[in-house]
């Protein structure tokens, strides 16, 4: 017969025991197996070498395994274990062909190979055929005896075995029914079970707690091969759905799931190799680990490779992602269901831990992504917040409803925003992130508290500096009696106004009554310290205020006129009243008197500065036992913190003052007295009406006869010039009787010398030199100018003198 290889078998196992993983790999893939969960069945077959194993498996289940060429004699023609999928059987059956027992290659003592392969056998399979020679039942010789006596040894080590069966192949049946040759074989079978060395446990097991025993007889393929077919088709018929209840492979209590197969079989076939005990169970369990991890693995591999989470993880690094968390549900659960399709035949508890695993990774994976999500809702939130918070506040909304709205109003969309991006899977606790928002917001409120108190106060501090600071300057620059009450009661209805004005601006922020209480006192504080800065300013320049108002009121008369010293005022009596004003500013100026606490400063100032009689009294009495009351550096009942000008200050303001002021006094005496002098000059007014009118006569006379006229001329002109050449008034300047003395010694020695002048220029013809006419003409005129000077200057003098104005400016007593 043919020896092929179809696509559909493939060798296991090979002769020297290594496993084909590769072979079996791509058999699986090819034959579909990991898609049939538990529905899937496994058939091997036992039996002496050559005794036609390969030849019924191809004629029973349509598979292409090799089988000897009848021609060439008895040989080996399976080595190893080849597996092969049964064709047109439903459910998915596999078939193994197992090397031979009693080789001749192996010679007679290797029996470890038959012994691991009937074993592999045994734990893989549902169903082993045991083929044999109808002539080998019921004798001692027979040669399928010590195959299962190795058969039943090796099914010892199999812990918790699930029930196998055993399905005995007749081969070459002779006429004897099988209902005679059965009871024969089964005795058999039972003996050799007996036979064998049974561990403690079951020593008394039956062998059908083990072993389903099947027997088939068929007539010999090679003389009689249409009997044969036809009874291998009737035998075929039993393995169609083998795997349902009261099937071939009914008992299905260790099967492995398909997809586990391969690894399964590589595992066994391990620990049979190890020569190590093979406990079925534990073995299921770690093939179910093994694949349920490995089928984890792949769903988390192909969780972070799916479009769909790639795209959701890019999406959420750059914004919050609508639906984020039906999103990242749906795709988890894909996943997921993926895993449980494919794991759902594994042992469940291992399923189940690993199905756990696998969750816990894919939320590990996407947690980051989770929580960026809340990040941006938190960020988002908080300044969606803040812009609503300033529109609400603009709006005019009161500071403490805004903030507790639109808190509320934020929140709550916080709230719901997170509810869509819930991973429904992982029921994080979102609530860290809440509450940070909610502090986030809390913090904002109080800042935004903050600066808005701080904007209202200082607006208000404003409003107190303005209404204050012009007044009081100019309170304390009419100082007077009235000036303190003045600024008390200007000070507490500004004040009222601002403490009414921010107390019902503090209404909207909801304080307590004691924080707002601090407030408004801090600005009626405010409010005072507005007056002691402005009152301790105004002092620090009242020297040039006490200066300024002695100028004015020394300077100018009772109509604010500027005074003329005419010699008519009483110089002294102003300077006094000058002074009294000024000492009232000093007084007023000494101390800050907000809280209308009696004091004597400025009796104390009068009695020690002005008050002439005391003060005399202290000049004249220089003894050291005098008291002087300004020796202090604090005023009686005025605390030192209301003390603006100490009294030892005070003094020494005083004596610059007078020192300062001094000047202007002396030089109004001095214009006073010229202008006395000024007057005495003139003749009195009596005297020159007597003159106009008793000279009437001689002036209408001279007016009508001209040579008199013209001899006035000249003797005006020759007493114009004496009066220059003698200068007349500079000599009487030091009075009547030494200037006649001093002009009668000067007298002839001058006319002599303007004669002479005279004779000189008449020596000459006029009109004959005219450059000497010129510089005569030149000469005459800057006499003339010059007497004219001299007049001018005798003029400006006397107008000078006449006027007496002195102007006292501030800035040049200053
Ligand atoms: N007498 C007899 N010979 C058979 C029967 N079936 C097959 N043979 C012959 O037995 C020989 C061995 O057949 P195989 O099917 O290769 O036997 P095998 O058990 O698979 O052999 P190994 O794989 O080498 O162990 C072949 O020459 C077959 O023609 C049968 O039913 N009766």
Known sequence: MAKNES????????????FN?????????????????????????MGPQSSGKSTLLNNLFNTNFREMDAFKGRSQTTKGIWMAKCAGIEPCTLVMDLEGTDGRERGEDDT????????????????????????????EQAANKPLLKTVFQVMMRLFSPRKTTLMFVIRDKTRTPLENLEPVLREDIQKIWDSVPKPEAHKETPLSEFFNVEVV????????????????????QRFFHSIAPGGLAGDRRGVVPASGFSFSAQQIWKVIKENKDLDLPAHKVMVATVRCEEIANEKYAA????????????????GPVSGFGKKLNSVLSTFLSEYDAEATYFDEGVRSAKRKQLEDKLLQLVQPAYQTMLGHLRSET????????????SAGEGFSVAAHNCTKSFMATFDERAADAVVELANWDSSKVRDKLHRDIDAHVASVRAAKLAELTSSYEAKLNEALSAPIEALLDGANNETWPAIRKLLQRETASAVSGLSSALSG?????????????????????????????????????????????FSHDSDSMPRVWTGKEDIRAITKTARSASLKLLSVMAAIRLDDAPDNIETTLTSALVDTKSNAAAVTDRSITTYDPLASSTWEQVPSSKTLITPVQCKSLWRQFRAETEYSVTQAISAQEANKRNNNWLPPPWAIVALLILGFNEFMTLLRNPLYLFVIFVGFLVIKA???????????????????????????????????????????PVNNNPQRNAAMASKSYQNGSSSSDTSSIASSGLTSSGTGTVYNSPTKED
């Open 382 to 393: 908080l300044e969606k917040f803040k812009e609503a918070f300033e529109k609400a506040l």
């Open 21 to 45: 993983d590769a072979g079996i790999e791509h058999f699986i893939k090819e034959v579909k197996l990991a898609e049939c969960g538990l529905s899937y069945a496994v058939v091997s077959i």
């Open 722 to 764: 004496l009066w220059v050449q003698l200068d007349i008034a500079g000599e009487f300047r030091n009075g009547a009787l030494p200037g006649l003395l001093s002009l009668s010694t000067k007298i002839l020695p001058t006319v002599m010398n303007l004669m002479r002048k005279l004779a000189e220029e008449g020596q000459v």
């Open 7 to 18: 696509c559909c078998s493939t060798q296991l196992i090979d002769g020297d025991g290594s």
């Open 217 to 236: 007889a068929l007539s010999s393929f090679e003389e009689k091969e249409d009997q044969f077919r036809e009874q291998v088709a009737n035998l075929r």
């Open 303 to 318: 969780f972070t490779a799916s479009e769909t989470w790639s795209v959701l993880e890019e999406a959420v690094q750059s």
């Open 112 to 139: 470890a190979f038959e012994k691991q392969s009937a074993l592999f056998a045994l734990a893989v399979s549902d169903i082993v055929l045991i083929n044999m020679w109808c002539h080998d039942i019921g004798r």
């Open 509 to 553: 922020f909801d304080m307590d009554e004691q924080t707002k209480d601090k407030m408004l006192t801090g600005l009626q504080d405010y409010a005072r310290g507005v007056v002691e800065t402005k009152t301790r300013e105004e002092a620090a320049r009242v020297l040039i205020r006490m200066k300024d108002r002695f100028s004015t009121l």
